[in-house]
């Protein structure tokens, strides 16, 4: 084992600006090596961008950075990298190429290495290279799989094995725990505190769900609005609501107070709808008008599944689905749309938006109808004003509604997505994980637009493994568990005990 010095980072005032936006104001930032930092700040606060001053792609950024008290200049990724800082970023699967073996992907930078210098590649060298290093975190995946067939869990593991294969002395994680179960969770924990504790790398952790860095975090700093508000070690009597407040920059109840809205007659009905590969099985249930139903289940329960096959993104091979007693068991989202139903889905980037596209467009495209003139011309003055009122309702950060998608934080994207299925004119919507990688505060306009909707009568469908928030927003509840429903609350007479008991099949 090599000697466990002790490694010091320090960034200080760093700012940096983006046109029409400063993500940066004069922030420090300091950790050592063996540390675990917690990163936390509303949607668009600035992390991933102080993280990427780090990481070296925002070059531009002005201020210094110190590694063991010698200044050096982070202008390139591959600067950052010979420093010895390593980053996985929010959206694992840009990082990594799908159709390469596990192998490569762990051992891209040698490969890239050795091709450039027209080297001979050892196939078995390699493959035993990338199998140590997924070892070492005491990770069990085949290094010869292609990584288009792993898990979201397993895409990290493959991110983080090659990170610390590198030998990186600071490491940092952008909300690696927003797709994972709690199992998953649990053991992307073990593997961050082995590589603190016994590798000595300092880590810095983004997450939104703040519960969880008081089980692995030392240290917390505290973003908003581009600034670091708060940065201090992580005591017992810190809590949560503390905590948020400062993040938010005022008072946050942490009591949700639940609209009562008149529930009637069913809107939606599914009879025995079974998926066409058996994903899910036999699934009846109702939807009345002015009633959210939580679909409650651990990730892996089906809920996905389930949300896609009402949707006809995936196929039925029996049971139907029933808008106001008229079957409309829909073969393709097109349908779907044109049968009235919405679906805001789990993964943003692959289905929900075009990134290269401006907010107003990602908006307001799913109801394009909306906005044409007696000439059928698409009227962009009616685009803008129902993009501006998404931004203001959802409280969506962005310069202006002609922002670029790709630019908006990750949280901030996530709330497009939700704004586009609020402006289309559906009978029933359904929500698929909805408040993933979003704050508290925004989670909080997400329910009330979703209980608006309840409000006008509409159907709505909230799928979530954060029983807390079906809790919170769910009249009548569906537990989920291996594709099938079985369990239904009614959730003023139910507790997150009881769906968390359903949920893993009654244990
Ligand atoms: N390349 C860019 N061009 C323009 N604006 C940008 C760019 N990168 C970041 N920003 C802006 O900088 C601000 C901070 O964004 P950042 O991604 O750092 O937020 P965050 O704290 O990571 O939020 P989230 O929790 O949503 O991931 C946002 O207003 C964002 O839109
Ligand atoms: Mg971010």
Redesign the pocket.
Known sequence: MEAQSKSTLSMRDISIE????K??SHVDFNMESGKIYALI????????????VLSGV?SHYTGQVFINGQEVEIRSPKAAKELGIEIVY?EVDVALTPTLSVAENIMTNVLVNKMGKKQFVNWNNIRSSAGEALARLGVDIDVRRPVSDLSLAEKQMVLLASAARERCKFLVL??PTAPLSNTETENLFKVVRFLAKEENVGIVF?S?RLPELFEICEHITI?RD?QVVKDMDISPDLSVKQIVEFMLGRKFDEVYEKKTVAIGDVLLELDKLTEAEGRIKDISLTVRAGEIIGIAGLVGAGKTELCKTIFGAYRSSSGTVKLQGVDITPKSPFQAVKRRLALVPEERRKEGVIVIDPVYANITISALHKFLNLFRFVVKRRQFAVANRMIKDLGI???SET??L?????????KVVVGKWLVADADVYIFDEPTK???VGAKRDIFKLIEDLAAQGKGVIYASCEFSEIMAIADRAYVMYDGGIVKEVTVSQSSEKELLYYSTGGN
């Open positions: 983006f046109p029409g936006v993500a940066l700040g509303a949607n668009g606060a600035g992390k991933s961008t102080l993280m990427k925002n929010q952008d909300e983004i939104h973003m581009a950060k962005t310069p922002q670029i790709a630019n908006l934080s990750g949280g901030n994207q996530q990688g979003v704050d």
